[in-house]
């Protein structure tokens, strides 16, 4: 079992920044890659971006690149999801996921591929 806890979301005006985090626990989190998605009103939760369990190989929705950046710290058990730039739009729920297994520089995009699930964080972002 995973237990993956966001935070950091907030209220930003757009243009902004804002660093979510994600703190996992329940198994060794080296050994696994993790994953954020996003959640807006009224849409299907969709891919952010993910990252190797070494943290070496990493993905990105086409849309987000060059504005958001994932990083994993495994000493503190912990993911980050960097959002620069914000945009109205960008305004959702956002989570953060772990799968099962991870084979070496593994960054699953599908919202399937995922076992583990954190709560959400709300992240507001005004024009």
């Known amino acids: 079992q995973v237990q993956l806890v966001e935070s950091g979301g907030r209220l930003v005006q757009a243009g902004g920044s804002l660093r979510l985090s994600c703190a996992a626990s329940?198994?060794?989190?080296?050994?696994?890659?993790m994953g954020w998605f996003r959640q807006a009103p009224g849409k299907e939760r969709e891919f952010v971006a993910a990252?190797?369990?070494?943290?070496?190989?990493?993905s990105s929705a086409d849309s987000l690149k060059g504005r958001f950046t994932i990083s994993r710290d495994n000493a503190k058990n912990t993911v980050y999801l960097q959002m620069n730039s914000l945009k109205p739009e960008d305004t959702a729920v956002y989570y953060c996921?772990?799968?099962?297994?991870?084979?070496?520089?593994?960054?699953?995009?599908?919202?399937?591929?995922?076992?583990?699930w954190g709560q959400g964080t709300q992240v507001t972002v005004s024009s």
């Open positions: 996921a772990a799968p099962i297994t991870s084979p070496t520089d593994y960054v699953p995009e599908g919202e399937y591929d995922y076992d583990y």
């Open positions: 329940g198994r060794t989190f080296n050994s696994y890659a």
């Open positions: 990252i190797s369990w070494g943290g070496g190989n990493t």
